[in-house]
């Protein structure tokens, strides 16, 4: 990790691999030892689960899971496509925004993504029970950030082979996002709380007044 990264962004990729670490350790994918707590269950009535050796869980939405769900990962691969873009992207809009001010807005976005989800889930799949895990809320507010702030940096969207210009890049994914979750694409994925964090992220950039600089 490298020491020139800001000192939020690099907290923040501690604390989410620090938290994986620990899943692993603790079989979290069968013990649920960290889910159970941490995890992001939607809300209603608790469920009783049998653990295994007696042990008898409770699951069910609790307020602090619209925080801790976005530290807590399904997989190597999931935490490593979220933690990628949080270091590609993370330190650059923290020099940019300044320490406080990213604070705020990480988090935000992973606070809209979290509702996003549980919105959904209430309201149009109510029999579902399972945690949302991940920080892709938050890194979809990032996106969001980077594509304002430097519309014209080129990114590359698999499996698109050339660089297109950022803000066209989290259009088309936002698109896609948006396709996915209405046509039910991907089960398993959680679009509409990747939706909520571009949202909630382009929303508080214009209450900041930051607007995309002019073609020069």
């Not at 030892?33 to 609790?62: E, K, Q, S, Y």
């Not at 300044?98 to 149009?124: D, E």
Request: with cysteine.
């Amino acid at each position: 990790m490298s020491p020139r990264l800001p000192p939020v962004t690099r907290n923040l990729l501690i604390a989410n691999l620090v938290l994986y670490v620990a899943q692993v350790l603790l079989n979290d994918d069968n013990t649920m030892a960290i889910t159970r707590w941490l995890g992001l269950w939607p809300i209603g009535h608790d469920i009783a689960v049998n653990m295994g050796g007696g042990d008898v869980a409770g699951l069910g939405f609790r307020p602090w899971q619209l925080v801790s769900y976005a530290f807590l990962h399904g997989s190597i691969m999931h935490i490593l496509l979220n933690m990628y873009p949080l270091y590609m992207f993370g330190g650059l809009l923290e020099r940019v925004m300044g320490a406080r001010r990213f604070t705020i807005y990480y988090f935000v976005c992973l606070l809209a993504a979290g509702v996003a989800q549980l919105g959904v889930l209430y309201f149009f799949q109510p029999d579902q029970m399972y945690p949302t895990v991940g920080a892709s809320g938050a890194i979809f507010g990032l996106l969001a950030a980077f594509a304002v702030l430097f519309p014209r940096e080129k990114l590359m969207l698999i499996p698109i082979p050339v660089g297109i210009p950022a803000w066209l890049f989290v259009t088309l994914y936002g698109a896609a996002e948006l396709i996915f979750g209405v046509t039910g694409t991907l089960n398993g994925i959680a679009h509409f709380a990747h939706l909520g964090g571009l949202v909630a992220g382009l929303a508080l950039l214009w209450a900041w007044g930051v607007r995309p600089p002019r073609q020069s």
